[in-house]
């Protein structure tokens, strides 16, 4: 299957700074790339969604000025937490779709766990 | 949006037995039905998918079958075993949105 990077896998912070997580497909295009936010015990919560090329689009209730992610080609997208607190400590996932045909099947990155001290 | 919801939500088997986890999703447009196993801390992995052309799928002790008029599909392990203790998801796609919504999840105990 096609493979999808994560990095960081782990990050701590102190409260007030900025954190930003890559994701990476290593061998195709990702024309869409997802990030998922995971607390503990609970399901991956949709974010957003990112196009190579636009504006990504939010969940509703997540802030766009909180959560920036930027996908500026076929196989990068990155999110950044701005001004991180210590209720943004979470496990972040991202995940990519992409090939000649959109089958729904997504390759997820090993994921980043947050800490916010 | 797409409403997924998963039954049950844990689930504790004696290594050996069967068990079988329920996705029911509420759009009728999705016409493709994954599942996902997801052990802690890591990235969930896909271990079967089905498409709505499709009733059931089977590999080896993994199974998914699917009703699409009453919107659900169930994921079927035969002889479990402790390796697949385990939260498992289901995520429903191809409705009028491009993005895969997880179920609420299942965590999965099997029992030595």
């Known amino acids: 299957g096609a493979v999808v990077s994560q990095h960081p896998s782990r990050v701590i912070c102190k409260s007030g700074t900025s954190v930003k997580i890559e994701c990476r497909s290593l061998?195709?295009?990702?024309?869409?790339m997802f990030w998922y936010r995971q607390f503990p015990k609970k399901s991956l919560m949709l974010m957003a969604t990112?196009?190579?090329?636009?504006?990504?689009?939010?969940e509703q209730g997540v802030e766009k000025d909180k959560f920036l992610i930027n996908h500026a080609s076929l196989t990068l997208s990155t999110l950044t937490v701005t001004s991180a607190h210590p209720e943004d400590s979470s496990f972040y996932i991202c995940?990519?779709?992409?090939?000649?045909?959109?089958?729904?099947?997504?390759?997820f990155g090993e994921g980043s766990r947050l800490t916010v001290l | 949006g797409e409403n997924v919801e998963q039954h049950p939500s844990t689930l504790s088997v004696q290594e050996g037995d069967s068990a079988v986890i329920k996705c029911t999703y509420s759009?009728?447009?999705?016409?493709?039905f994954p599942w996902y196993k997801q052990e802690l801390g890591k990235r969930p992995q896909l271990i079967i998918d089905?498409?709505?052309?499709?009733g059931e799928k089977k590999d080896q002790r993994i199974a998914v079958t699917l009703n699409k008029t009453a919107k659900h599909f169930s994921l079927h392990i035969t002889e479990t075993q402790p390796e697949d203790s385990a939260v498992y998801f289901c995520?429903?796609?191809?409705?009028?949105?491009?993005?895969?919504?997880f179920g609420t999840g299942t965590l999965l105990a099997v029992q030595p």
């Open positions: 759009d009728s447009a999705s016409n493709y």
């Open positions: 995520a429903p796609y191809g409705g009028a949105t491009n993005k895969l919504i």
């Open positions: 089905i498409r709505s052309n499709v």
């Open positions: 990112s196009n190579e090329g636009s504006k990504a689009t939010y």
């Open positions: 061998d195709f295009q990702a024309t869409t």
């Open positions: 995940s990519a779709r992409g090939g000649r045909t959109n089958t729904g099947e997504l390759f």
